[in-house]
C-alpha cells in the first residue's frame, strides 16, 4: 500500500505563485508515474501535470508556461510550482501515483481570489 500526502495549499492572490509537494511512501517510488490532478467545485477531476520515472513531462495546455512538475526520487517526493495563478486554477489539488495501481492523497485546497 502505498500512501500519498499533499501539501502546500492556500490562499493566494492573482499573478501569485505557489508550490504544492507531494510525500509518497515506499521504497518503490522511482518507479512510479507521479501526477497533479485537479478538481474545482462542479467539474470533473482533470489532469494538470504529469512527470513518469523516465521520459518527458505532459501538462494541460491551460498549464503550460505557468506550472513546473519536479520530483526528487531520493525524497520520495514530487513537486508542482504554480507560477502566474488566475483564479480559475482555483480547485482542490490532488497527487497521483501510478504503477500498475492508482494511489490518491487526500488533496489540499488553491484558491486564487484577490
Known amino acids: 500500500q502505498v500512501q500519498v500526502v499533499e501539501s502546500g495549499g492556500g490562499l493566494v492572490q492573482p499573478g501569485g505563485s505557489l508550490t504544492l509537494s507531494c510525500a509518497a511512501s515506499g521504497r518503490s517510488f522511482s518507479i512510479y508515474t507521479m501526477g497533479w490532478y485537479r478538481q474545482a467545485p462542479g467539474k470533473q477531476r482533470e489532469l494538470v501535470a504529469s512527470?513518469?520515472?523516465?521520459?518527458?513531462?505532459n501538462y494541460a495546455d491551460s498549464v503550460k508556461g505557468r506550472f513546473t512538475i519536479s520530483r526528487v526520487n531520493a525524497k520520495n517526493t514530487v513537486y508542482l510550482q504554480m507560477n502566474s495563478l488566475k483564479p480559475e486554477d482555483t480547485a482542490v489539488y490532488y497527487c497521483n501515483a501510478r504503477y500498475i495501481y492508482d494511489y490518491w492523497g487526500q488533496g489540499t485546497q488553491v484558491t486564487v481570489s484577490s
Open positions: 512527470i513518469p520515472s523516465l521520459g518527458n513531462t
